[in-house]
């Protein structure tokens, strides 16, 4: 009787320091690690849930912010709901921390746009809901520390166009769902960094072609909806994915595609194409693997016109789903139903050859659509994109804010070639075999943030180039022919916060390049020929936050350039041949860098003393393929959530334990492998059995069979009061 009177007493005291630990609107479960705290009037995230909490749930407050490591308490989380909390804004490093965050669902919010930061610090998540915002824009590497996110909701937002690269970093995002936005431009980079990617759903848009250039990069797509789009014509070759199954056009505007429409798409087995104005289709070329056809709710045309599409099916045996609706005779009747010889010609036209869009309506107003061009009065965009332009076409309507021009070879654009377009937000130029800027071509473009000039053939850039376009805030220069920074140009844009020149020619950065750069937060340069970098070349640019230099020719860390950079968070040398790297080289942005790459260098020794003065802000750190043996010691990267040593040939000896011990208590995959001795060679560094016989193996042993030991005492009393450890019940697995 004792014992039992024992426990329940226990038991009841655990309850009561549960209790006192539960925020008073809440609801605490401490069995299972949940805590619910529904539709109440929340106006911050509480401090006082327990601490080893899996489960949080929010919905139905009133957060309005979530600001930095607002979840610092709950390191333990793996599943986060926020709906409905009328949030606006994330600030940056909101949800640092959150290692072990697997579920983030934020939908039905107010949040706008997404900073680069906003979603630091998830580096497990692998669900991501931002349905029902009012998402309008995403910035360049929002989402660049998602790393193991599979799927990513961006459904019923304000996106009206997708720029290149806007998802790089999703590696293995599995289904991206941006349907219910107001799409109408992709750029032809927007899905190349998603090679995992099965399912995009890009229904309910306002796309009118379709987008095959984009949709081109994703290999390994077998899902793909664009239904409820204002397309009228599928072109020849126009889908090219090499996995896709099922393709839903439904719902569409469709009146022809042309007969090798899906050619290059051989894998297609659902065709759903209900509720267009298709009078009747070619046989399809290209889709001996196609099982079904779905014209449901199609005005099809029954006569001798439809009967090689007709035979086509038998042939093939595709089964197809539709009904006649001409001539009267077989109205109603399904296409399976019928028999060739019924299919008559008649005075009825044929239905339009799939050889070309049909022409568009223009918009009504002060200032028509020009000829040849797409102008939406509803979203205020025009489009010329790909209709051979010598010249670049003017009088648009004056409220345009998205002019898509891209794929047309103008060659030059002159001075004021944009008139009136006094509210012109984002500019598409691309791929426009554009060698000369005159100056004074975007005078009157006083709205313009966005300006695209990828894929041109620029090389230089007169000092007036950008003048008139004050607000200029993200500039594509990318895959251009610079081979020196445009020096001078940038004194005209105080507003330049991103700047794209990646993919040149561009053999240094010199002193003066950057003049007047002065609000520039990220520098995208890779790829390009880089040897040098003066000492003073990045001094102008203060607020850099963002500086990527992979795949250049550095011999050596340019740490003299790297003064001066007191907001630095991200530095990306990866594909550079540095083979040694020596003392303090980072010492200059110490104090504010945290994601560091240095992969793919072909590194063969970093000094003891190289990472003198980085310590727990350190984030993520990239050291992947390459040749060194060792590393130096960095116990103080306490606040790391990515670290990967992966294809690194350490020579696991008793020189090592060190870095073997430090491992074991990370809580993090490192991929850390012995590549020597011969007997340890492949094994996992935290798993040889070499350090068994080094002096002070022993001392060690028992601290590294508990990965958690090292919490504080406080913490310690708590998890023994729970009955459960975090290294059991919340901890990923280790490298």
Not at 624 to 653: A, Q
Not at 703 to 731: H, I, L, V, Y
Request: charged residues 20%; glycine residues 8%.
């Amino acid at each position: 009787m004792g014992p039992s009177w024992g426990l329940l007493l226990l038991a009841a005291a655990l309850g009561v320091t549960a209790a006192a630990r539960c925020p008073a609107p809440c609801v605490c479960d401490n069995l299972r690690a949940h805590v619910l705290c529904l539709n109440g009037s929340l106006t911050a995230i509480p401090d006082t849930i327990p601490e080893l909490t899996r489960e949080l749930d929010l919905r139905g407050n009133s957060f309005m912010v979530i600001p930095a490591r607002a979840f610092l308490a709950t390191p333990y989380l793996t599943h986060l709901d926020l709906q409905r909390c009328k949030v606006e804004r994330l600030e940056e490093g909101a949800f640092r921390g959150l290692g072990r965050l697997v579920y983030l669902n934020l939908a039905s919010n107010g949040i706008v746009l997404l900073y680069q930061e906003s979603l630091d610090g998830l580096s497990s998540l692998q669900q991501l809901i931002l349905a029902g915002n009012r998402i309008e824009e995403i910035q360049p590497g929002a989402f660049g520390h998602l790393g193991s996110l599979t799927v990513l909701d961006l459904r019923a937002n304000a996106l009206v166009y997708l720029p290149d690269m806007v998802f790089q970093g999703l590696q293995v995002l599995r289904w991206l769902r941006l349907s219910h936005n107001a799409l109408h431009v992709l750029g032809s980079e927007a899905f190349a960094a998603l090679p995992a990617l099965r399912r995009l759903s890009l229904d309910h848009n306002e796309l009118q072609a379709l987008p095959g250039e984009a949709l081109a990069r994703l290999d390994g797509a077998t899902w793909l909806d664009l239904g409820h789009n204002p397309i009228t014509y599928v072109a020849e070759e126009a889908l090219a994915m090499a996995s896709l199954r099922h393709l839903f056009l439904d719902h569409a505007s469709l009146q022809d595609v042309a007969p090798d429409a899906f050619a290059r798409s051989p894998q297609l087995r659902i065709l759903d194409l209900r509720e267009n104005q298709l009078q009747g289709l070619p046989p399809l070329a290209g889709v001996g693997g196609l099982v079904r056809v779905s014209l449901d709710g199609n005005p099809l045309l029954c006569s001798c016109f439809l009967r090689p599409f007709h035979k086509w099916l038998a042939r093939a045996r595709v089964q197809a789903e539709g009904a006649c609706a001409a001539p009267p005779t077989l109205r109603g009747r399904s296409l399976d139903s019928l028999k060739s010889l019924e299919m008559r010609c008649s005075r009825l036209r044929p239905p339009p050859s799939p050889t070309a869009p049909p022409e568009q309506p223009r918009a009504a107003g002060s200032r028509q659509c020009p000829q040849g061009c797409v102008c939406s009065p509803d979203f205020h965009h025009g489009s010329c994109e790909n209709r051979n332009l010598q010249e670049i076409p003017r009088d648009f309507p004056e409220d345009t804010r998205l002019l898509d021009l891209r794929r047309n070879p103008f060659r030059t654009v002159p001075p004021d070639a944009f008139p009136g377009l006094k509210e012109l937000v984002s500019l598409h130029l691309q791929r426009c075999s554009i060698r000369v800027l005159h100056p004074g071509a975007l005078r009157g473009l006083e709205s313009l943030v966005y300006l695209y000039l990828t894929n041109n053939h620029i090389s230089t850039l007169a000092a007036a180039a950008f003048e008139g376009a004050p607000q200029l805030a993200y500039l594509d220069l990318d895959h251009n022919a610079f081979t020196r920074v445009p020096a001078g140009t940038f004194r005209l844009l105080p507003n330049l916060i991103s700047l794209h020149l990646q993919h040149n020619a561009i053999k240094e950065l010199a002193e003066g390049d950057l003049a007047g750069a002065k609000g520039l937060r990220w520098l995208y340069l890779a790829g390009n020929a880089i040897r040098h970098i003066a000492p003073a070349a990045l001094a102008p640019t203060k607020m850099l936050e963002k500086l990527q230099l992979e795949g250049n020719h550095l011999s050596e860390v340019p740490t003299a350039a790297l003064w001066g950079l007191p907001a630095l968070s991200e530095l990306k040398l990866s594909r550079n041949p540095i083979k040694h790297m020596g003392d303090s080289v980072f010492l200059p942005v110490a104090s504010s860098l945290q994601h560091l790459y240095l992969d793919n260098m072909g590194l063969e020794r970093i000094s003891p003393h190289a990472f003198t003065g980085l310590g727990p802000k350190i984030r993520s750190l990239y050291l992947e393929s390459n040749k060194m043996s060792n590393i130096p010691d960095m116990s103080n990267f306490t606040g790391l959530e990515i670290l990967n040593l992966r294809d690194v040939p350490f020579h696991c000896d008793c020189q090592l334990l060190p870095l073997r011990r430090w491992i074991n208590k990370l809580n993090l995959r490192v991929g850390a492998i012995c590549g020597s001795p011969e007997e340890a060679k492949g094994l996992k560094v935290k798993l040889s059995t070499a350090f068994q016989t080094c002096p002070g193996w022993g001392q060690g042993k028992a601290g590294e069979t508990n990965p958690n030991k090292t919490t504080a005492a406080s913490k310690s009393s708590k998890k023994k009061r729970s009955g459960k450890s975090p290294a059991r019940g919340f901890s990923k697995s280790k490298a």
